[in-house]
């Protein structure tokens, strides 16, 4: 196939050129490629003519977002109609990255596909929901996949900060204990992609979050026990360590639609670190 990649200079984007390696991938980012400027960027599609879109380009600055609201706003839910109403004009396939910031987090299980979302309690999780709403209203032909505490190649991500804590300046690092989630490889998800657009027949909301969860602090000792690492971790609180934007309580996700449609179920989250942490420290 031929893929075009919005936002493909960032960890996903650069993950997935390590996966579909047997694919024409047309990487797109900035200054080249703007989401943001609807006639801009269906010329570039125009021009690039893929079989599908994959969208990645985001503000993903959780923090960033609460003070750049209208910029949030601009890249996550204009920029995302801007890409959905040009595939469609074009016939293009897409597919979207979401979050599981939409959710409000209250849930004492985790969230599954057909939980109603728009909850969100941040500008990030508003305006990747609003993102959504504007791919499902503008191009019929779409997946959108829902992923949560990502790491990848290169990072940044929790991971890579973990690691440069453990360089001995930092005797007892903290992460926060209580939020829950699911820790996600970047090649879980390219591979998974992969899967899905293989299946042209398969449209609407995924979630691709790897199996398994943690805490922050249970993620951060098993990146310390995979690399080899005798490092402590101390348990803190959500009031310890305040942010802008609120974290959910619940990151979790349940991969219901994978498995009413007989795909491949995603690793278990400490096996898909392990092959991470082999393959990149």
Not at 96 to 108: C, H, N, P, R
Not at 153 to 177: I, Y
Not at 197 to 208: D, I, K, N, Q, S
């Amino acid at each position: 196939m031929k893929i075009l990649v919005t936002g493909g200079k960032g960890m996903l984007g650069r993950t997935l050129q390590r996966v579909f390696t047997d694919d024409d991938l047309i990487v797109a980012d900035l200054p080249g490629c703007d989401i943001t400027d609807a006639a801009v960027f269906d010329r570039f599609l125009a021009a690039a003519a893929p079989d599908a879109v994959i969208h990645c380009a985001a503000m993903t600055a959780v923090d960033k977002c609460e003070t750049e609201v209208d910029l949030a706003y601009k890249l996550n839910a204009v920029g995302s109609m801007n890409v959905a109403a040009a595939c469609h004009r074009h016939g293009i396939r897409l597919a979207a990255i979401s979050t599981d910031y939409v959710f409000g987090g209250e849930l004492d299980r985790p969230y599954h596909e057909f939980d109603v979302a728009g909850g969100a309690h941040t500008v990030y999780g508003k305006t990747k929901f609003a993102g959504e709403e504007m791919i499902r209203r503008h191009c019929p032909d779409h997946v959108i996949c829902r992923i949560s505490w990502l790491y990848g190649a290169g990072g940044p991500s929790f991971v890579h900060a973990m690691m440069k804590l453990a360089d001995g300046t930092h005797p007892e690092p903290t992460a926060v204990g209580a939020p829950r989630g699911n820790p996600t490889s970047a090649f879980a998800v390219a591979r998974q992609l992969k899967t899905i657009l293989g299946r042209p027949e398969l449209v609407g909301t995924f979630h691709m979050t790897c199996e398994g969860e943690a805490s922050w602090c249970e993620f951060a000792r098993e990146i310390f026990r995979l690399a080899g690492i005798d490092q402590k971790v101390v348990p803190c609180t959500t009031q310890e360590f305040p942010r802008p934007a609120p974290r959910p309580l619940n990151s979790r996700l349940e991969k219901k639609m994978l498995r009413l449609c007989g795909l491949p179920p995603m690793p278990d989250w400490h096996d898909a670190l392990a092959e991470f942490m082999k393959t990149e420290f």
